[in-house]
């Protein structure tokens, strides 16, 4: 059954014509971070303040009606849209330059894990694993700081806000390591992983998620 419309006898629970209206990045993005950008350019942000990440894919962007889906896996515990969701990344995201050594979710902090029963990202990037076949380390990474929602902050605040929020627990030297998440809005959460898994001997840090929200300029 299709997740968009209910439509039977689909295939990985997406139907033809639901996928071909899915809402897809422009030509024309960033190489590096997937924002909106002339000609495909590095964006200005990227240029002043690289994120740590080599790249980010993303799949989608968030829009109707991707983003009632992402919001019922996960705030509605639809843990069985996670491989439907893996799929869609695995599929329509550009391909990894690097093939991964390791797959990894962004952590949440235990309070909001417990809140919310799951992590979202874990349960993608379990089933994203699979399909590109790829390991999964789930304990790898632990959020140690438990970080306001970044919904309503700006791009410096959203930085400042997730700095030193993540512990990687054990060395990583010379890995290709792909980080999973659902949604990306100013990168800062994936900018600040990659890092401390850089700071851990990481070699390379690609960033997939499974939509990406073009932000304004403010």
């Not at 999973?180 to 840090?205: F, H, I, Y």
Request: with cysteine; aromatic share 6%; net charge positive.
């Amino acid at each position: 059954m299709c997740l968009f419309c209910a439509a039977a006898g689909t295939r990985h629970g997406v139907c033809a014509a639901c996928l071909a209206d899915l809402v897809r990045l422009p030509a024309e993005v960033c190489p590096r971070c997937a924002q909106a950008s002339p000609f495909a350019q590095i964006c200005g942000r990227c240029l002043r303040q690289p994120p740590a990440f080599d790249v980010l894919h993303a799949a989608l962007l968030y829009d109707y009606p991707l983003d009632g889906v992402i919001q019922a896996f996960k705030y509605g515990k639809r843990l069985d849209l996670a491989g439907s969701l893996a799929f869609l990344l695995a599929e329509l995201a550009p391909p990894a330059i690097v093939q991964p050594d390791l797959v990894v979710a962004v952590p949440l902090a235990d309070a909001r894990r417990m809140e919310r029963g799951f992590n979202q990202s874990l349960e993608l990037a379990r089933a994203f694993a699979g399909r590109i076949n790829a390991p999964l380390n789930s304990t790898l990474c632990e959020r140690i700081r438990n970080t306001p929602p970044q919904a309503r902050l700006n791009q410096r605040q959203r930085r400042h806000n997730v700095s030193h929020a993540f512990r990687v627990k054990h060395r990583v030297d010379g890995l290709c390591v792909a980080i999973v998440d659902d949604v990306a809005t100013s990168g800062a959460t994936l900018s600040e992983l990659a890092l401390s898994l850089k700071k851990q001997g990481a070699k390379r840090v690609e960033a997939w998620v499974l939509a990406r929200v073009f932000y304004s300029k403010t």
